[in-house]
């Protein structure tokens, strides 16, 4: 017999900023307009893990395109809530994106940093297009001057972790999209 689905308090959250629900709705509508968008023709998806990956997975469901779908690594944010300067490639891109209609994907927009170097590096690719989907936007803290094409939700300028997002690799697997109890915010 299924089980019902467990409910969960979050004990290492001070607030819960997005519910599951909710990310499961914006998720399905970012679907749709991407679909709209971009019609009939081929998407190649390009991740920036590990951040993108749950917000990856549930959005490439919610799209019937022919996809195909590549990930690519960057260091930027070291164990800690503070940027750590210059974002670099770790991991890099091995499908061809020439003449390819890219979707990339992440997280979240914060400084900008991350995005600017990885739109650069697939713009030099010359693919046929390339359109930016973030999940979060945190607009007051751009460093750079960088707009996404599709973003899930603009929020305040808190750190968050959930559903991808993490502090020193841990919460990533939270349904919702919350703020971390300062208590919470020591490494260790
Ligand atoms: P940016 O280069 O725009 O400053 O930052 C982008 C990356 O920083 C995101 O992909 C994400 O990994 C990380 N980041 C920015 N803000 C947050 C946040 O509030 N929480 C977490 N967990 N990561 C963040
Ligand atoms: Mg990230």
Same mark, same amino acid.
Do not use: W
């Given at each position: 017999?299924? &089980?019902?689905?467990?409910? #969960? ?5 001070? #607030? ?6 909710? =990310? ?23 991740? =920036? ?33 503070? &940027? ?11 499908? !061809? =994106?020439? !003449? ?9 927009? !914060? ?42 939700? &603009? ?10 997002? !993490?502090?020193?690799? #841990? ?18």
């Amino acid at each position: 017999m299924p &089980s019902p689905r467990r409910t #969960r308090a979050y004990p290492e959250l001070e #607030r819960v900023l997005i519910a599951e629900s909710a =990310i499961r709705r914006r998720v399905r509508s970012l679907g749709r307009e991407i679909m709209t968008a971009y019609g009939d023709e081929p998407i190649t998806v390009i991740a =920036i893990i590990n951040g993108a990956i749950l917000f990856t997975a549930d959005l490439l469901r919610e799209i019937d395109n022919p996809v195909r779908l590549d990930c690519i690594r960057i260091s930027s944010y070291r164990n800690n809530t503070k &940027s750590s300067g210059r974002p670099r490639v770790i991991q890099a891109l091995t499908l !061809d =994106i020439k !003449d390819r209609h890219v979707l990339l994907l992440d997280d979240i927009l !914060d400084t900008g940093r991350t995005l600017s170097v990885v739109s650069k590096l697939i713009r030099k690719k010359r693919p046929a297009s390339l359109r930016v989907c973030v999940l979060l936007d945190k607009k007051g803290r751009r460093e750079v001057p960088f707009d996404a094409d599709y973003v899930g939700f &603009s929020i305040p300028n808190k750190f968050v972790v959930g559903y991808g997002l !993490d502090f020193a690799e #841990r919460y990533r697997n939270l349904p919702c999209i919350g703020v971390l109890k300062p208590e919470r915010q020591v490494l260790g």
